[in-house]
C-alpha cells in the first residue's frame, strides 16, 4: 500500500469509529435514559406493594379505627357518624315515596312506587336536573325555592298520570357533611363541590326544605335525611337481607354499615328499636401508617385544597387515580426524552381523568391504540413508541391495583368489625386472634357497592375481587358476597322514609 493508500484508509477507519462511537453513545444515553424510565415504575411498584400480610395490617388497621371512632367523638379520623337510622328496609313497605338526591352539580327527583314485597325492581321515575351555577352561591331561600319549583312539577306530572299518594314522604339524600341529630334533622358542617352558601352552614337542612315546601303550599313531609352510602345500605338490604354495610367508590369513596348499639360508646343510651344503628363511617379520612405511600401521594396531598385530610379517598376514588398516573408519567418525561419535550398539558394537574386512565389501562389493541390517542389527545405526546405505551398501562395498572387492593381491606376491616371475616373480630379495640366464631363462620354476608369507578372499571372491580378473596381466604371467601347496587342514593332514600312511615313495616 502507497503512502497515500495508507492515509486514506486511516482516514476511513478513522471516521467509522467516530460514526460507530456516536451510534454507540447515542445507543448508551438512550439505553441509559430508558433505563431511568424503567427505574421509575421499579420504584412506583416497590412504593405501591400490597401483599397480603400488609393488606392484613390495613384491615386490623381499619377496625382498630372504627372502635376508636365509636369509642369517643374526635377518637379517630374516621367519623362514625350517628345516621339514626335504627331499621333498613325489608321488603314490606308500602305506598308512594319521593326522594330528592342533592349532591353536587346535579339534583335527582325520584317517585318511587312500593308494593309490600322484595321484588327485583322496584318501579320508580327520576328527573335529573344541573343546579344553576348562581344558586350554588346564592342564598338557601332561592336554592331551596327553586329545587321546591322542580319537585312541584314533577309531582304534577307524575300526580296526572297516576293516583296522587295519600301523603306526600320524602327521603332527603344531601351528600354534604352534616351532623345529624334525629333521623330527620341534621345541622350543616361546612359546603363542599363548589357549593358555598354561607347563610345555611350550621342550619338544620332539613327545616331549610321543609319551611320551602310550606312557603311554595306543596304538602309533603321530610321524613327523612340520608347520606348517599345510606341509601345505597338501605337499597341493598331492601334487595337481599344479608347486606350488612354499603360502599361507594366513584368520584370520591365512603362507606357505612349497621352497628350494634352497645358498640356505639360514644352515644350511650341512644334509644334504638333494633338494638342497632347505621353508622356512616366517612372512610375517605382514614389513615393508617400501613398504607403504602409514594412520594407522588405526598406531593398530590401537600398540593390539594384539603392537605392532610381524606387520605386514604386520594389513594383510591376516581377523582385521583388519573392525577396520579399523570404525576407518574410526567416524572418519567423529566427523567428522559423517551417521551419528547416535556410536554406543557403533561403539567397540568387533574387533565388526566380517571375514566381515560381506565381506558388505556384496558386497551387491548396489539399496538395500544388507544393509549397512543389518549396520549396524543390530552396529554399533548405524540409518537411515543410502543415500549414506551406500554410502560403507561404498566403505570395505570400499578395505580388502580394498589387503589382496589386497599378498598378491598376496607371492606373486610368493616367484616372484622362486626365479626363477619372470619376470625375472632375485634373485642374492647383490641384485635382478636384466630379463633373463629361459628355465627361468623356461618353467616351469608352481603356488601352492597356502588359509584362509577367501581361499576364502569372492570379492572379495578376485578382487582378488588381478588383481593377481597385473598385476605378471606378460599374456605370462608364463599360467604362474603360483593353485589352492585344502582340508584341506592336516590331510591334508597324514599325507602328509609317508606320503612319510617310505613306502618307495614317490621324492625331488621
Ligand atoms: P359521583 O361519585 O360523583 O356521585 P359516580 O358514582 O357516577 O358519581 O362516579 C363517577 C366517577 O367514577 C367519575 O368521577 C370517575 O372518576 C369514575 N368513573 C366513571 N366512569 C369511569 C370509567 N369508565 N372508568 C373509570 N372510572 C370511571
Ligand atoms: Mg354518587
Request: overall charge neutral; glycine content about 10%; hydrophobic content about 40%.
Amino acid at each position: 500500500m502507497g503512502k497515500v493508500g495508507f492515509v486514506v484508509a486511516v482516514g476511513i477507519a478513522t471516521v467509522t469509529c467516530v460514526v460507530a462511537a456516536a451510534v454507540v453513545g447515542r445507543r448508551v444515553r438512550s439505553r441509559r435514559k430508558w433505563m431511568r424510565v424503567v427505574g421509575v415504575l421499579k420504584e412506583l411498584e416497590q412504593a405501591c406493594q400490597t401483599p397480603l400480610s400488609r393488606l392484613r395490617q390495613v384491615v386490623d388497621a381499619m377496625a382498630v379505627e372504627m372502635h376508636a371512632g365509636l369509642a369517643s367523638e374526635g377518637g379517630s379520623k374516621l367519623k362514625m357518624l350517628l345516621t339514626y337510622v335504627d331499621k333498613l328496609p325489608n321488603g314490606s313497605e308500602k305506598g308512594i315515596y319521593y326522594a330528592l338526591d342533592l349532591g353536587g352539580t346535579n339534583f335527582r327527583i325520584l317517585r318511587v312506587q312500593l308494593e309490600g314485597r322484595r321484588s327485583s325492581t322496584i318501579r320508580h321515575d327520576v328527573e335529573r336536573m344541573p343546579v344553576p351555577q348562581h344558586l350554588m352561591t346564592g342564598t338557601s331561600k332561592d336554592l331551596f325555592d327553586f329545587i321546591v319549583a322542580s319537585l312541584r312539577q314533577f309531582v304534577e306530572k307524575e300526580e296526572a298520570k297516576d293516583s296522587p299518594a295519600s301523603t306526600r314522604e320524602l327521603g332527603f339524600t344531601f351528600s354534604f357533611p352534616v351532623k345529624q341529630t334525629s333521623l330527620n334533622s341534621g345541622l350543616l358542617m361546612k359546603w363542599t363541590k363548589g357549593f358555598s352558601i354561607n347563610d345555611m352552614v350550621g342550619k338544620d337542612v332539613c327545616e331549610c326544605l321543609q319551611q320551602a315546601l310550606s312557603r311554595n303550599g306543596l304538602d309533603m313531609h321530610v321524613a327523612a335525611l340520608v347520606n348517599d352510602t345510606v341509601g345505597t345500605l338501605a337499597l341493598g338490604h331492601y334487595n337481599d337481607e344479608d347486606t350488612v354495610a354499603a360502599v361507594i367508590i366513584g368520584t370520591g369513596t365512603n362507606a357505612c354499615y349497621f352497628e350494634r348499639a352497645d358498640a356505639i360508646i360514644k352515644a350511650q343510651g341512644l334509644p334504638t328499636t333494633s338494638g342497632g344503628m347505621v353508622v356512616n363511617m366517612e372512610w375517605g379520612n382514614f389513615w393508617s401508617s400501613h398504607l403504602p405511600r409514594t412520594s407522588y401521594d405526598i406531593e398530590l396531598d401537600a398540593q390539594s385544597p384539603n392537605p392532610n385530610d381524606q387520605g386514604f379517598e386520594k389513594m383510591i376514588s376516581g377523582m385521583y387515580l388519573g392525577e396520579i398516573v399523570r404525576r407518574v408519567i410526567l416524572r418519567m418525561s423529566l427523567e428522559s426524552d423517551i417521551f419528547g419535550p416535556v410536554s406543557p398539558s403533561l403539567c397540568e394537574a387533574f387533565i388526566l381523568r380517571t375514566p381515560l386512565m381506565a381506558a388505556m389501562h384496558e386497551d387491548d389493541s396489539p399496538d395500544l391504540n388507544v393509549v397512543a390517542r389518549a396520549l396524543n389527545d390530552v396529554l399533548g405526546i405524540r409518537d411515543v413508541p410502543l415500549k414506551a405505551r406500554k410502560i403507561v398501562v404498566n403505570v395505570c395498572d400499578v395505580v388502580s391495583r394498589r387503589a382496589a387492593r386497599l378498598a378491598a381491606a376496607g371492606i373486610v376491616g368493616i367484616l372484622k368489625k362486626i365479626g363477619r371475616d372470619g376470625t375472632g373480630g375485634i373485642a374492647g379495640g383490641r384485635l382478636k386472634g384466630g379463633g373463629s366464631s361459628s355465627s361468623s363462620r356461618s353467616r351469608r354476608t352481603v356488601v352492597t357497592i356502588e359509584g362509577g369507578l367501581y361499576v364502569e372499571y372492570r379492572m379495578f372491580r376485578e382487582y378488588l375481587h381478588e383481593a377481597v378473596a385473598e385476605i378471606l381466604g378460599e374456605e370462608f371467601s364463599p360467604h362474603v358476597v360483593l353485589k352492585v347496587t344502582e340508584d341506592g342514593s336516590g331510591i334508597g332514600a324514599a325507602l328509609i322514609a317508606a320503612s319510617y312511615s310505613s306502618s307495614e313495616s317490621v324492625d331488621t
